[in-house]
């Protein structure tokens, strides 16, 4: 069974900084990773996908990587800016069950003006 | 091109009475996916549609369950509401599922049971 672990909770930053966000999962056998932001409230909004013979993407200041063999994602925000602040989520998708996604339980992240 | 819409985005129930979510996908979209988001337990996968049939369950009970039209659109019922089914219901469309297309998700559903 799939689990997927985000470390740390909880971030805040002043702004400016380039932070990263973790995820890990325990099979490796992955169909894709995608990374989405959850503001209060609201639904999830996707941000990065990276599919399983991928090793990063990247969108304006956001980067992600994929580490299949040690089961590791990451998402690297660059000069961070407070509108950036809410919870990012990954979800890893599942070769053998289509539409499914295992979820970590996010990291909420506080930038501070 | 207009997101997932579902509605309604807010309803209250008591216990014991049943409920139904409606979810509209992404034109062109034809899987959707149904999630359940609480504090506790965090995102948990309830169902996943295409063309009209589940292709995937969760580990819910069968108080949960789910359809979906010929022109995508899915609804989820849940019946005899228990308290603990207080989530919010988030619905996700992507093309068919299994290629490497995102997922989308739509606003949610915020479900109280009182």
């Known amino acids: 069974k799939q689990e997927v672990t985000q470390i740390p909770a909880a971030l805040s930053v002043p702004e400016g900084e380039n932070l990263v966000l973790n995820c890990s999962f325990t099979?490796?056998?992955?169909?894709?990773l995608q990374w989405f932001r959850q503001d209060p409230g609201k639904g999830l909004t996707s941000l990065l996908l990276i599919q399983s013979s991928q090793r990063e993407q990247t969108s304006g200041r956001l980067n992600a990587s994929l580490d299949k063999s040690s089961g590791r994602s990451t998402l690297y925000i660059a000069a961070s800016q407070p509108g950036d602040s809410a919870t990012y989520l990954c979800?890893?998708?599942?070769?053998?069950?289509?539409?499914?996604?295992?979820f970590g339980d996010g990291t909420t992240l506080t930038v501070k003006p | 091109k207009a997101g997932v819409t579902q509605t309604p985005r807010y309803l209250i129930k008591t216990r014991g009475q049943q409920v139904t979510l409606s979810c509209s996908p992404i034109?062109?979209?034809?899987?959707v996916s149904w999630y359940q988001q609480t504090p506790g337990q965090g995102l948990q996968f309830l169902f996943e549609y295409f063309s009209e049939t589940q292709r995937n369950k969760g580990n819910f009970p069968g108080r949960f369950s789910g359809r979906q039209f010929s022109n995508s659109r899915s609804e989820m019922n849940v019946s005899t509401l228990e308290l603990g089914d207080s989530a919010l219901y988030l619905c996700a469309s992507s093309l068919d599922g299994q290629t490497n297309q995102p997922q989308h998700f739509g606003d949610g559903t915020r479900l109280s049971i009182l």
């Open positions: 099979d490796s056998a992955i169909y894709n």
């Open positions: 979800a890893v998708g599942d070769r053998a069950n289509a539409g499914k996604s295992t």
């Open positions: 034109s062109g979209h034809r899987s």
